[in-house]
């Protein structure tokens, strides 16, 4: 079945570094791939996202490529701050209409100052 | 509210007990998914409702669990004779059926079953 696989945390960097989450995946046929993150004390949201191949998701900073060839979704920051401190998943949405999306273990990333 | 919001956010109960989650999902959202996440995983998908009905139910562990979303709102995911192993934080998510991927969570219920 579909799968996501993640890179194992946590992550600790100081403020200002460059961060790498790598991801890859497992599915049939060519799914949508998302980034979620959760601050402490809320609820999962959606940091970005990309619906087909070379596709670039970005937001607050972060970025994420859909590479098909590699089956990868790494998500990348030029400059870390603390306030980005939190569990970031990736994920793959499966086909079939019902948008169910299948998780990675999530990898926590503590920034200091 | 402006958010999913989930009640209670915390359940302590004994084994073989029966417990009750509920979701309020954002207003006019008309997909409900329910997930559940264990300590150091990733949310598992569980059941998701399009309307009343769920659409797929394929996540449910057992006939231990069920959800129900009798008017297209407010769901409910039923626990009978709980086990140690359904200790977990059950979430709930919600979307517009448009929006491909874009769930909205809520802050989740924790369950401890002693």
């Known amino acids: 079945g579909d799968s996501v696989t993640q890179m194992e945390g946590p992550v600790t960097l100081s403020e200002e570094a460059f961060l790498t989450i790598n991801c890859t995946y497992t599915?049939?046929?060519?799914?949508?791939l998302f980034w979620y993150v959760q601050y402490p004390g809320e609820g999962l949201q959606l940091l970005l996202k990309?619906?087909?191949?070379?596709d670039k998701g970005s937001n607050k900073g972060f970025e994420a490529t859909y590479r098909k060839e590699t089956t990868s979704f790494h998500l990348e920051k030029g400059s870390v701050q603390v306030s980005d401190s939190a569990v970031y998943f990736c994920?793959?949405?499966?086909?079939?209409?019902?948008?169910?999306?299948?998780f990675g273990k999530g990898t926590k990333l503590t920034v200091n100052p | 509210g402006a958010g999913v919001s989930q009640t209670p956010s915390n359940k302590v109960t004994e084994k073989g007990k029966y417990v009750e989650l509920r979701c309020d999902p954002i207003?006019?959202?008309?997909?409900l998914y329910w997930y559940r996440q264990s300590l150091g995983q990733g949310p598992e998908f569980l059941i998701y409702?399009?309307?009343?009905?769920?659409?797929?139910d394929s996540g449910l562990p057992n006939d231990r669990f069920f959800a129900v979303r009798p008017e297209g709102s407010v769901s409910t995911l039923k626990i009978q004779r709980t086990e140690r192993g359904d200790s977990a934080v059950y979430l709930c998510?919600?979307?517009?059926?448009?929006?491909?991927?874009?769930?909205?969570f809520g802050e989740g219920s924790r369950l401890t079953v002693l």
């Open positions: 994920a793959l949405e499966t086909q079939g209409g019902s948008e169910k999306l299948v």
């Open positions: 409702f399009q309307g009343t009905g769920a659409a797929d």
């Open positions: 207003s006019g959202h008309t997909a």
């Open positions: 998510a919600s979307s517009l059926t448009s929006s491909t991927g874009e769930l909205f």
């Open positions: 599915a049939t046929g060519y799914p949508s």
């Open positions: 990309a619906t087909k191949a070379d």
